[in-house]
């Protein structure tokens, strides 16, 4: 364990049982317990370490730590992996580099304690208290912390990949250079946290209460945003010498498509979608619910002004021709790549778009089956053409 070593006196109590040790505690409250680098694994730990079963009975087991005092205890590099700490009070213990990994720690008191680079993948925390504790480089992959309370936590750096916590509330945590990968956050309450500098990537944040989330470093004066999954996106617009790459970088992926969403009609438009991500496009296809401080229309003209081109099919229309009639003439870099399916005829006002020179030709295609095959060739070939001939 690093040459951390445990007072023996101490161990041989905590061998006896949490009942004796927790006694042990009563009579003497002023004496702060040396247990740094001790080994109290459970054998889970030793199972997954490759110790043979029958020479893990051998080994001495570990003592029943569940509702045990280890407050203001030195953990320091321990081995917990594996223990029942369910209820155990570590308030203001030091358990900084401690191997904690699949220990239980439901409904444990962790306030003010010192989890600094601890390891507690796969472990139980359900409804733990770890209010102000400080995690900074811990790892909490896979973690479950449904209903913990994480008020006021330091988590800098804080590996929080499908890590669970529902339910929980972590109201002006310090989130900041933490990574986030498929994070469940149903019910969560983030308000209030410092989050720049996170790496957010399929969050779970249903129902998740995201208020004031602070995206400044701290020379800078304070913005907040109201969502975590963009608070990178906003950061990034904010700094002025990052606008341009953000521009470039979106204009060079997306690409909008329009059309009807009836039953047949999105059954042709989800096929597109998925064959442009394929060809390695990041196809927006506007069937998501409206943002609230945008009309429809003003959404899809803020969409189109991102788009590499934009597909548009004209069959069966019903809102297109006012979608067209507030993007096209307004976007002249931007090509708009009509389709239209088997013997349909154009509608009445498709013809004034036509003067444009970055409407291109009418795509008419027979089925779902046919415009996937002809893709390539009879849309996104001459989409990316025509933008070619606009840029020069």
Known sequence: MGGLVAKQEHLDILHKGAEDWNRWREQYPDIAPDLKGADLGG???????????????????????????????????????????????????????????????????????????????WAHLRAANLCWANLKRANLTEANLSGAKLRGAYLKGTNLSGTILTHADITNAFLRESLLVETKL?????????????????????????????????????????????????YLLLNNRKIRDVIDTITSKVVLILGRFTFERKAVLDGLRDALRQCNYSPVLFDFERPSSRDITETISTLAHLARFVIVDITDPRSVPQELESIVPNLPSVPIQPLLQGSSTEYGMFEHFKKYPWVLEIHRYNDREDLLESLGDKVIGPAEEKRGQLLK
């Open 43 to 121: 054998e889970l730990l030793r199972a997954r370490l490759g110790v043979p079963r029958f020479l893990q009975t051998k080994l001495p087991k570990p003592p029943k730590l569940k509702s045990i005092n280890l407050s203001e205890t030195d953990l320091s590099g321990a081995n917990l992996s594996g223990a029942d700490l369910s209820m155990a009070n570590f308030s203001m213990a030091n358990l900084s580099n401690a191997h904690l990994g699949t220990a239980n720690l439901d409904e444990a008191d962790l306030r003010w304690a010192d989890l600094s680079e601890a390891n507690l993948s």
């Open 186 to 234: 149903q019910e969560a309450i983030l308000a209030g946290c410092e989050v720049y500098g996170i790496s957010a990537w399929g969050l779970d944040l249903q129902s998740c209460d995201q208020r004031d989330l602070i995206i400044t470093p701290y020379d800078q004066p304070p913005i907040t945003v109201d969502n975590l999954e963009v608070a990178q996106f906003i």
